[in-house]
């Protein structure tokens, strides 16, 4: 079982910075996949930042350049740094880490979502 604590969002104006973070129950080098979804009103959940294969990273178009997912090992816990925000970026944020066992059975854990909101 992995337990996933975000924390982080609020609301922010236009052209501004958030940090979001996801701390784990579980150390981070046992969990295959790790990053950030997101979900606005109508739309379906996307992905928006993931470490994938140990530190390959793997953003959405639309946040290149925006957003830089980060990591502290020590603390089991990974960021979204947040910059240059637009209000198109408002949504709910999940963390998401992905586990395969030794019997390649996958695992998909969530957190409990932070809201966002950027103001024009």
């Known amino acids: 079982q992995v337990q996933l604590v975000e924390s982080g969002g609020g609301l922010v104006q236009t052209g501004g910075s958030l940090r979001l973070s996801c701390a784990t129950s579980?150390?981070?080098?046992?969990?295959?996949?790790m990053g950030w979804y997101r979900q606005a009103p109508g739309k379906q959940r996307e992905l928006v930042a993931m470490f994938t294969s140990g530190s390959t990273t793997n953003y959405a178009d639309s946040v290149k350049g925006r957003f830089t997912i980060s990591r502290d090992n020590a603390k089991n816990t990974v960021y979204l740094q947040m910059n240059s925000l637009k209000p198109e970026d408002t949504a709910v944020y999940y963390c998401?880490?992905?586990?395969?066992?030794?019997?390649?059975?996958?695992?998909?854990?969530w957190g409990q979502g932070t809201q966002v909101t950027v103001s024009s």
């Open positions: 998401n880490a992905v586990v395969v066992t030794a019997f390649n059975a996958v695992a998909d854990y």
């Open positions: 579980r150390n981070i080098f046992s969990i295959n996949a």
